[in-house]
């Protein structure tokens, strides 16, 4: 049998099991969401409630493979819709855009689901949010799931924007130097941004490090100001 995620409501509740050819019943015991949820998406919400109806995603998604043992099969999920997302505009268009009917983005996201070849706790709840209207959430629910997987991993990810491309022994020793400071494995997650002319800017969880010349130069700014 099928597992699919129920969602009902504003709230996530505990992972409810439920053969595939069920999922309407699922759907249907709202009226009031189903209410909701007629018409088109608002992608405008603010990006705490985006961030928290994927939190909730999340989580179940993430404790359901971890009691399936098949964290590291998501973890390879994870990993190529991140790089779809990056390199694909027609998907970002397709999870954001309120042009496209319900029925439109479900049998896409489903199609796109087989041809990545992804696992059915992915699958099936990429076609829920797809139901839902929620797949404007996607790009969060990726890094909701990269940071938990690492955690469990007992790694933390770094966001490095960089002026230029880092070499990978540029990108090992930053590793080294951030692992004596947080005490964990490091994974680099690498950008580059030009506007920053020089130097990086690190994110690590809530803490971020900016060396960049732009950044200088903002300081150097504002001081001359304040002078004159």
Same mark, same amino acid.
């Given at each position: 049998?099928?597992?699919?995620?129920?969602?009902?409501?504003?709230?996530?509740?505990?992972?409810?099991?439920?053969?595939?050819?069920?999922?309407?019943?699922?759907?249907?015991?709202?009226?009031?969401?189903?209410?909701?949820?007629?018409?088109?998406?608002?992608?405008?919400?603010?990006?705490?409630?985006?961030?928290?109806?994927?939190?909730?995603?999340?989580? +179940?998604?993430?404790?359901?493979?971890?009691?399936?043992?098949?964290?590291?099969?998501?973890?390879?999920?994870?990993?190529?819709?991140?790089?779809?997302?990056?390199?694909?505009?027609?998907?970002?268009?397709?999870?954001?855009?309120?042009?496209?009917?319900?029925?439109?983005?479900?049998?896409?996201?489903?199609?796109? +689901?087989?041809?990545?070849?992804?696992?059915?706790?992915?699958?099936?709840?990429?076609?829920?949010?797809?139901?839902?209207?929620?797949?404007?959430?996607?790009?969060?629910?990726?890094?909701?799931?990269?940071?938990?997987?690492?955690?469990?991993?007992?790694?933390?990810?770094?966001?490095?924007?960089?002026?230029?491309?880092?070499?990978?022994?540029?990108?090992?020793?930053?590793?080294?130097?951030?692992?004596?400071?947080?005490?964990?494995?490091?994974?680099?997650?690498?950008?580059?941004?030009?506007?920053?002319?020089?130097?990086?800017?690190?994110?690590?969880?809530?803490?971020?490090?900016?060396?960049?010349?732009?950044?200088?130069?903002?300081?150097?700014?504002?001081?001359?100001?304040?002078?004159?």
């Amino acid at each position: 049998m099928r597992h699919w995620l129920c969602y009902i409501g504003p709230e996530f509740h505990a992972p409810t099991f439920v053969g595939a050819q069920s999922l309407s019943t699922c759907s249907t015991l709202s009226e009031r969401e189903r209410s909701q949820n007629i018409g088109r998406v608002d992608v405008s919400e603010p990006a705490s409630i985006s961030s928290g109806i994927a939190a909730r995603y999340a989580s +179940a998604v993430f404790d359901l493979a971890k009691d399936g043992k098949a964290l590291a099969k998501l973890e390879t999920n994870v990993d190529d819709l991140a790089a779809a997302l990056e390199t694909s505009p027609e998907l970002r268009d397709l999870i954001s855009s309120p042009v496209y009917a319900r029925d439109v983005q479900a049998a896409a996201i489903g199609a796109i +689901a087989k041809k990545m070849k992804l696992q059915p706790i992915m699958a099936n709840t990429l076609a829920l949010m797809a139901s839902k209207r929620r797949l404007f959430v996607l790009p969060q629910l990726v890094s909701q799931l990269r940071a938990r997987i690492a955690e469990d991993k007992g790694e933390v990810t770094a966001e490095v924007t960089s002026a230029t491309a880092m070499t990978k022994a540029q990108s090992d020793k930053l590793a080294k130097t951030l692992k004596a400071n947080v005490g964990k494995d490091v994974i680099i997650k690498a950008s580059v941004d030009e506007s920053l002319i020089g130097g990086l800017v690190v994110k690590v969880g809530s803490k971020m490090i900016d060396t960049s010349i732009r950044s200088k130069l903002n300081s150097l700014q504002n001081a001359m100001k304040e002078v004159g």
